[in-house]
């Protein structure tokens, strides 16, 4: 089978990498069959960012980040990249800080992957605020 991708809908963000026969995706899959993927635990930027909608603002507030529907929590370096992930999911855009170096030493373990991306079982909320 051929398939057929038109090069104005490539993804501009790399999600997985080809070996051989083999596929394997760079972040946490959102479907229950798919096993935790393997990873190594880094030492995390200073700072962190995280985009969502201003409507789950007040929740994240009081209990933290959670991965939700997915394996993980998905983190960025970059406010840009951030911001473009919570427009997936509404128009009104929070731009969350977390900080990454106070939750790494206090135990929360940060999974560096692709793209400036960085993975996390969940956030407790003393470690992220509103980013200004």
């Known amino acids: 089978m051929r398939i057929s991708i038109k090069w104005w809908k490539l993804p501009t963000k790399k999600r997985h990498q080809i ?3 083999k596929i394997r995706a760079f972040y946490g899959h959102s479907a229950e069959s798919i096993k ?3 990873r190594a635990p880094g030492t995390p930027p200073v700072t962190l960012y995280h985009g969502t909608s201003k409507a789950n603002w007040e929740c994240i507030r009081q209990e933290g980040l959670k ?3 997915r394996q993980s929590v998905h983190l960025t370096e970059n406010k840009a990249d951030a911001i473009a992930v919570g427009r997936r999911h509404s128009s009104e855009v929070v731009l969350l ?3 990454a170096a106070a939750a790494s030493q206090a135990g929360v373990s940060f999974f560096p992957s692709s793209s400036k991306v960085w993975l996390v079982d969940s956030v407790p909320a003393c470690f992220v605020s509103l980013a200004l």
């Open 36 to 38: 935790m993927i393997e």
């Open 19 to 21: 070996q051989g026969q």
């Open 67 to 69: 991965p939700m529907s």
């Open 97 to 99: 800080k977390i900080d």
